[in-house]
T-cell receptor, first 110, second 116 residues
């Protein structure tokens, strides 16, 4: 049973436009949510996080939104750049361990 | 800091052989995690340690898998005997949880295991 779900395996966006990556979770005990970015042949790298007591966190071009009632979070990238092309993992922390989704492959087209 | 270091980067082995993956976490990090990445299941947590002590190994798929952390700077994940379905990328990650705030994991570059 996947507790963190990323239902879109891939997404293509034009350079300069907004990329929106979505994530749903089932466990209401998660207290922290994170996004990781992964390039081929590299390990995932931490991108941005949000505490469950907040509904928005912004860091430069990246913003994460959390809707606790819907158990949904999203990552917005504005403007999208070709270097953002990667696999993005949504993750949620509970009981000191982090559960990851299966990832969404983002392609930013120049 | 050199980050989390994993070895080898690639491993090709025959079915039935023993495979040992190695990880050196970031100095000072008190948590170490082993993950496996597959296309179907994404990143699965296999086991994690806190201060060298295994805390949760519920993700270890079978008794063929074992992990140790003899000291704060080294961990191994062993598969014996290996099977073709174990083929995946195995990641080690470490983190520092300080005053309840999660600064995020730092992952190694992974070991791509192929069992033929």
């Amino acid at each position: 049973d996947q507790q963190v779900k990323q239902n879109s395996p891939s997404l293509s966006v034009q350079e300069g436009r907004i990329s929106i990556l979505n994530c749903d979770y089932t466990n209401s005990m998660f207290d922290y949510f994170l996004w990781y970015k992964k390039y081929p042949a590299e390990g995932p790298t931490f991108l941005i996080s949000i505490s469950s007591i907040k509904d928005k966190n912004e860091d430069g071009r990246f913003t994460v939104f959390l809707n606790k009632s819907a158990k949904h979070l999203s990552l917005h990238i504005v403007p999208s750049q070709p270097g953002d092309s990667a696999v993005y993992f949504c993750a949620a922390r509970g009981y000191q361990k982090v559960t990851f989704g299966i990832g969404t492959k983002l392609q930013v087209i120049p | 800091d050199a980050g989390v270091i994993q070895s080898p980067r690639h491993e090709v082995t025959e079915m039935g052989q023993e495979v040992t993956l190695r990880c050196k976490p970031i100095s000072g990090h008190d948590y170490l995690f082993w993950y496996r990445q597959t296309m179907m299941r994404g990143l699965e947590l296999l086991i994690y340690f806190n201060n060298n002590v295994p805390i949760d190994d519920s993700g270890m798929p079978e008794d063929r898998f074992s992990a140790k952390m003899p000291n704060a700077s080294f961990s191994t994940l062993k598969i014996q005997p290996s099977e073709p379905r174990d083929s995946a990328v195995y990641f080690c990650a470490s983190s520092l949880l300080w005053k309840g705030r999660d600064y995020g994991y730092t992952f190694g570059s992974g070991t791509r295991l192929t069992v033929v």
